[in-house]
């Protein structure tokens, strides 16, 4: 027998900007809801959870009137806007979430501190806590997403304490947990440990970021992490875990079966007939490895000369962040690096590297992902890469090799269907390719199979796995 609708569970999912577009259409405000894997798990479970999304609308609304517009245009996807004016969300987002927290979580070191927008960082935090401790009522399970809001947790708890709330803070962050010495270059490391481990429950996306973590609590603040997966610290018992994030495989099912997604597919094996594919989709960011792939691509010409006409790399490099400096300068060099490649390796006949600086529709997409031979991902880190995921879910047909980074978090669970490599060896990319390319029809189907079960069975699992950890979230909050 289904559950009431006053029998619901409440839960309150935050993150940083909004899963809704709004904008404004001939003086109103308009909204849709976008697509991805957390919106459509959450699909499913209206019956036994009512749930509400907090966070950024990516745009900045001064005048009462028109907030209480976006607020009633926004209602109807069950999502509610925390205002920021246009300087502290810059700040926040790009000053110290992107410039300064997420080069450290990804293993860099060298960055420079400001106190600026670590106080925009702190500000904004703090009126996510306001919003959402009002909001909230005894009971609530609150799930706070990613590393803009590390300080989110201790925030709340001390406002829902005030208020006299009971409720289960469970928090998932999205990029790796870099090991201590990393950790270490970061002048507020300590606020945003403690700002975590007012959770009850902390999820990761691998056993390393976990176990980085655990060590941290243990090394910086002196926490009792002897039994596994628990960290007592100030009389709190924190929960850690590792959750796998998934794709959604049947939509790319779907859309390669679309007629125009078909004609698209035999235009592009017309186009490169008798050549070997390989693609790369990423965003254009540092932790991609995209200097290092190009790199590597270009030394894997040079070590096999003849296939510089029976090979070509499509190499989408998705704008990101075009505001910042860094990713500017990154995408200057990248501009060069392709201009050398082809200027060195082309012929009459075309050029090997086909190196695109925008996005592309999710068709043309899916018919890039069926027809490569390869999928070459270079991540130097990265939280998980779905990239993978994507690939493998479009090359039932082809049984395409994934040729894969071992610092990407996918590698973790992809390492023995794909071909392993370290970004940074150049000699050891190229024989990752070569080796890819020259695959045997047998090991290709059974590198395949094998991806195929992880992605599929990851995804199945993803949705049991939310109410499990819910389930956990609840048990704890008693």
């Given at each position: 027998?289904?559950?009431?609708?006053?029998?619901?569970?409440?839960?309150?999912?935050?993150?940083?900007?909004?899963?809704?577009s709004?904008?404004?259409?001939?003086?109103?405000?308009?909204?849709?809801?976008?697509?991805?894997?957390?919106v459509?798990?959450?699909?499913?479970?209206?019956?036994?959870?009512?749930?509400?999304?907090?966070?950024?609308?990516?745009?900045?609304?001064?005048?009462?009137?028109?907030?209480?517009?976006?607020?009633?245009?926004?209602?109807k996807?069950?999502?509610?806007?925390?205002?920021?004016?246009?300087?502290?969300?810059?700040?926040?987002?790009?000053?110290?979430?992107?410039r300064i927290?997420?080069?450290?979580?990804?293993?860099?070191?060298?960055?420079?501190?400001?106190?600026g927008?670590w106080?925009?960082?702190?500000?904004?935090?703090e009126?996510?806590?306001?919003?959402?401790?009002?909001?909230?009522?005894?009971?609530?399970?609150?799930?706070?997403?990613d590393?803009?809001?590390?300080?989110?947790?201790?925030?709340?708890?001390?406002?829902?304490?005030?208020?006299?709330?009971?409720?289960?803070?469970?928090?998932?962050?999205h990029?790796?947990f870099?090991?201590?010495?990393?950790?270490?270059?970061?002048?507020?490391?300590k606020?945003?440990?403690?700002?975590?481990?007012?959770s009850?429950?902390?999820?990761?996306?691998?056993?390393?970021?976990?176990?980085?973590?655990i060590?941290?609590?243990?090394?910086?603040?002196?926490?009792?992490?002897?039994?596994p997966?628990?960290?007592?610290?100030?009389?709190?018992?924190?929960?850690?875990?590792?959750?796998?994030?998934?794709?959604?495989?049947?939509?790319?099912?779907?859309?390669?079966?679309?007629?125009?997604?078909?004609?698209?597919?035999?235009?592009?094996?017309?186009?490169?007939?008798?050549?070997?594919?390989?693609v790369?989709?990423?965003?254009?960011?540092?932790?991609?490895?995209?200097?290092?792939?190009?790199?590597?691509?270009?030394?894997?010409?040079?070590?096999?000369p003849?296939?510089?006409?029976?090979?070509?790399?499509?190499?989408?490099?998705?704008?990101?962040?075009e505001?910042?400096?860094?990713?500017?300068?990154?995408?200057?060099?990248?501009?060069t690096?392709?201009?050398?490649?082809?200027?060195?390796?082309?012929?009459?006949?075309?050029?090997?590297?086909?190196?695109?600086?925008?996005?592309?529709?999710?068709?043309?997409?899916?018919?890039?992902?069926?027809?490569?031979?390869?999928?070459?991902?270079?991540?130097?880190?990265?939280?998980?890469?779905?990239?993978?995921?994507?690939?493998?879910?479009?090359?039932?047909?082809?049984?395409?090799?994934?040729?894969?980074?071992?610092?990407?978090?996918?590698?973790?669970?992809?390492?023995?269907?794909?071909?392993?490599?370290?970004?940074?060896?150049?000699?050891?990319?190229?024989?990752?390719?070569?080796?890819?390319?020259?695959?045997?029809?047998?090991?290709?189907?059974?590198?395949?199979?094998?991806?195929?079960?992880?992605?599929?069975?990851?995804?199945r699992?993803t949705?049991?796995?939310?109410?499990?950890?819910?389930?956990?979230?609840?048990?704890?909050?008693?």
């Amino acid at each position: 027998m289904g559950e009431s609708a006053n029998t619901k569970r409440n839960l309150i999912i935050v993150s940083n900007r909004l899963p809704v577009s709004v904008r404004r259409v001939d003086g109103a405000f308009q909204s849709s809801l976008s697509s991805g894997g957390l919106v459509t798990a959450l699909s499913g479970l209206t019956k036994s959870t009512q749930f509400r999304w907090f966070g950024w609308p990516g745009i900045e609304v001064k005048d009462p009137e028109e907030r209480a517009e976006v607020v009633e245009s926004l209602e109807k996807h069950r999502a509610t806007p925390i205002f920021l004016d246009s300087h502290l969300a810059h700040e926040h987002y790009n000053g110290f979430s992107n410039r300064i927290l997420w080069p450290i979580l990804h293993y860099t070191s060298g960055i420079l501190y400001d106190d600026g927008p670590w106080q925009a960082y702190k500000r904004v935090n703090e009126l996510f806590a306001d919003a959402i401790a009002e909001a909230a009522e005894s009971g609530t399970l609150i799930w706070v997403h990613d590393y803009h809001l590390m300080l989110l947790p201790e925030l709340l708890r001390k406002q829902l304490q005030m208020q006299g709330k009971g409720c289960a803070i469970g928090f998932s962050l999205h990029t790796p947990f870099p090991a201590g010495d990393f950790w270490r270059n970061l002048p507020v490391r300590k606020h945003l440990i403690e700002g975590l481990l007012s959770s009850d429950l902390i999820g990761f996306h691998t056993d390393e970021y976990k176990h980085n973590f655990i060590d941290t609590c243990a090394s910086l603040l002196g926490a009792q992490t002897q039994i596994p997966n628990q960290i007592q610290y100030k009389n709190r018992l924190v929960c850690t875990d590792k959750f796998i994030v998934g794709i959604d495989p049947q939509k790319f099912t779907d859309t390669l079966r679309r007629p125009e997604v078909q004609e698209r597919i035999k235009s592009l094996k017309e186009r490169y007939k008798g050549m070997k594919v390989i693609v790369g989709i990423d965003r254009l960011d540092h932790i991609k490895g995209l200097t290092q792939k190009l790199k590597g691509f270009d030394y894997f010409l040079d070590d096999h000369p003849e296939l510089r006409t029976k090979v070509v790399l499509i190499q989408v490099a998705v704008p990101s962040r075009e505001d910042v400096k860094e990713y500017q300068d990154l995408e200057t060099e990248l501009c060069t690096i392709a201009g050398k490649i082809n200027g060195k390796h082309a012929t009459p006949e075309g050029t090997p590297l086909l190196y695109m600086h925008r996005s592309v529709s999710f068709t043309e997409l899916t018919a890039l992902y069926s027809v490569a031979d390869a999928c070459l991902l270079t991540s130097t880190r990265d939280g998980m890469n779905l990239v993978s995921f994507e690939y493998v879910a479009c090359q039932e047909q082809n049984h395409g090799v994934l040729v894969l980074s071992e610092f990407a978090g996918a590698a973790a669970f992809m390492r023995d269907g794909s071909i392993p490599f370290h970004p940074a060896n150049t000699s050891e990319m190229s024989e990752a390719l070569f080796a890819a390319l020259n695959l045997g029809d047998e090991e290709r189907k059974e590198k395949f199979e094998s991806l195929w079960n992880f992605v599929a069975t990851n995804t199945r699992e993803t949705l049991a796995q939310m109410r499990s950890t819910w389930g956990l979230l609840l048990k704890l909050a008693k």
